[in-house]
């Protein structure tokens, strides 16, 4: 009889001493992941990468993919994704950093990077943006790319809180009046790092070298 | 700068055309994705007369309209602005680039690819016109040689 008792002792002082065990390394995960290291930011050059103070959670809105699936959320998850905001007729500067965010997928294979990444193209023109026209779009800079768009309420819901933001500008036609379907939108440049959990962690402020931006990637992202 | 200048100087002798006391330069349209209606053209137009001389026009065939544009960036936005004109500082010149002034190729009528060239004619204030035979390039050819475009630090 004491015999038992006394190893049932044991077995309950040692299930605890493994309990506490854990519970202290969740602890030091979840603080660690809760604010970014702020060694972190040393790390890296702020006018390349400038890391927030604290991740911002991105919240899950109702979109569409370049496939013309709803787009899972999950996908931000157990991965790093470099996230845009522009439209697919935006003459210069989307282009332009279709072709940087490009540039650094390509940097990223050359160098053979393991962490898991990828690129994701919101458009802000639901009106005009497609699957179809997305597809194109981001598939004539690098086919990896996703992108996705929805109703204007739900992109605000995903956006807000990271801060991209947009305005339609009319365009008038000969007669002066504004032409419904030829307007231009101004739109945040910025593009954000976005960690494995879904949260933005970090802003990459232009102009955008694709060089110094797969650097600082890898200077970031452990191995 | 200096390998993009080369690259340019090299590669695009056919556009340097000069008339009178304005010249044009380094004329470049990077290639648009298939869905593209609209084309940016850049290009240094230099003035070595005593005078500012200005740019009032801009056109070119297969495109329903050409405007002159400025591109900005206020408080992390970019803006896309139309000018009335592009003034040409006298013995100066007006650097047209990405993220700067360009000019604005609208309504693409036949899609130009890498290596096409597109004549763009200029009307300047004096009633000149100078025709610039502007080529297409890969947006990333010209990135590589120019470690991203800098906009208006460079």
């Not at chain 1, 959670?57 to 496939?67: C, Q, V, W």
């Not at chain 1, 639901?126 to 204007?152: C, M, W």
Request: hydrophobic share 40%; net charge negative.
């Amino acid at each position: 009889m004491n015999e038992t008792n006394r190893n049932h002792k044991n077995l309950w002082m040692g299930l605890g001493i493994i309990a506490g065990f854990f519970i202290i390394l969740i602890i030091s995960v979840g603080v660690k992941w809760m604010n970014n290291d702020p060694r972190l930011a040393n790390k890296v050059d702020a006018s390349v990468l400038k890391i927030f103070p604290h991740p911002i959670a991105i919240p899950s809105a109702s979109l569409i993919d370049k496939a013309g699936k709803p787009f899972d959320f999950n996908q931000l998850k157990n991965r790093w994704t470099f996230l845009y905001f522009g439209y697919t007729l935006c003459p210069d500067i989307c282009p332009t950093e279709l072709t940087a965010l490009a540039g650094v997928l390509e940097q990223l294979r050359e160098q053979q990077v393991k962490a898991a990444h990828g690129v994701l193209f919101v458009s802000v023109d639901q009106q005009r943006d497609t699957p179809d026209r997305l597809r194109q779009f981001v598939d004539y800079f690098d086919p990896t790319i996703q992108a996705v768009s929805g109703e204007e309420s739900e992109l605000r819901i995903m956006a807000q809180p990271i801060g991209a933001a947009w305005d339609k500008v009319a365009q008038f036609d000969e007669q002066g009046q504004p032409d419904q379907n030829n307007y231009l939108i101004n739109h945040t440049t910025s593009i954000l790092l976005v960690d494995p959990q879904g949260r933005a962690v970090g802003v990459f402020p232009t102009p955008h070298d694709p060089v110094a931006m797969a650097k600082a990637f890898t200077t970031v992202v452990p191995e | 700068m200096n390998s993009l200048k080369h690259l340019l100087a090299l590669s695009l002798a056919l556009p340097t055309i000069s008339l009178a006391d304005v010249s044009v330069k380094e004329a470049w349209i990077p290639e648009a994705p298939p869905t593209a209606q609209a084309m940016g053209a850049f290009m240094t137009i230099e003035n070595s007369d005593a005078q500012a001389v200005k740019v009032i026009k801009a056109s070119a065939p297969n495109f329903d309209r050409v405007e002159l544009h400025e591109s900005i960036e206020e408080n992390g936005m970019h803006k896309m602005i139309a000018q009335p004109f592009l003034t040409i500082p006298a013995k100066g010149s007006l650097e047209l680039k990405p993220g700067g002034y360009h000019i604005m190729l609208i309504g693409v009528q036949q899609p130009s690819k890498a290596g096409d060239v597109i004549p763009i004619e200029l009307t300047l204030d004096n009633g000149q016109k100078i025709m610039v035979n502007t080529s297409v390039y890969k947006r990333k050819d010209m990135m590589h040689k120019m470690p991203m475009m800098k906009g208006k630090s460079e």
